[in-house]
């Protein structure tokens, strides 16, 4: 999921009214704390938000080689809200996945799962993941 800015929280709001209230009963005001989906513009804003993300990390001054690798092949990588990719080397795909999840936590996005073919590198990413407090991989 992708996080709203607070001061962004007031354009994402939705109104609410019980069918079960009277007519003249006001609605109820809720606002958006992440991007919702089902949305018209929602696979937009999220692409549009990732790719960003990604741009900037990789145009940081002092970021290391890989981690601009990582950021710039993964822009490449992405669809919708998915990214897939292969390794040949399950030490470099934990590491790669770890960069990306690093990455990604830095701009507000939670990353919720995680699927691979290789015990080592799902082991990999949920005891690093842990120590960072994230989680929900499988």
């Known amino acids: 999921s992708c996080d709203v800015r607070v001061q962004d929280r007031p354009y994402c709001r939705i109104l609410w009214k019980d069918p079960a209230d009277r007519l003249d009963t006001p609605p109820a005001v809720f606002q958006f704390s992440s991007l919702p989906w089902g949305v018209s513009s929602s696979p937009y804003l999220a692409s549009s938000c990732l790719r960003r993300a990604l741009e900037v990390e990789a145009d940081e001054p002092d970021v290391s080689d890989f981690r601009r690798q990582v950021a710039l ?24 996945t770890n960069e990306v999840i690093s990455i990604l936590q830095k701009y ?10 290789s015990s ?12 960072r407090g994230g989680g929900g991989y499988q």
């Open 73 to 96: 092949e993964v822009i490449d990588s992405v669809y919708m809200d998915d990214w897939s990719q292969g390794f040949d080397d399950a030490d470099v795909a934990a590491q790669y």
């Open 120 to 131: 080592a590198v799902l082991a990999a990413i949920i005891n690093k993941s842990k120590r």
């Open 108 to 117: 507000g996005f939670k990353i919720r799962k995680f699927a691979s073919n």
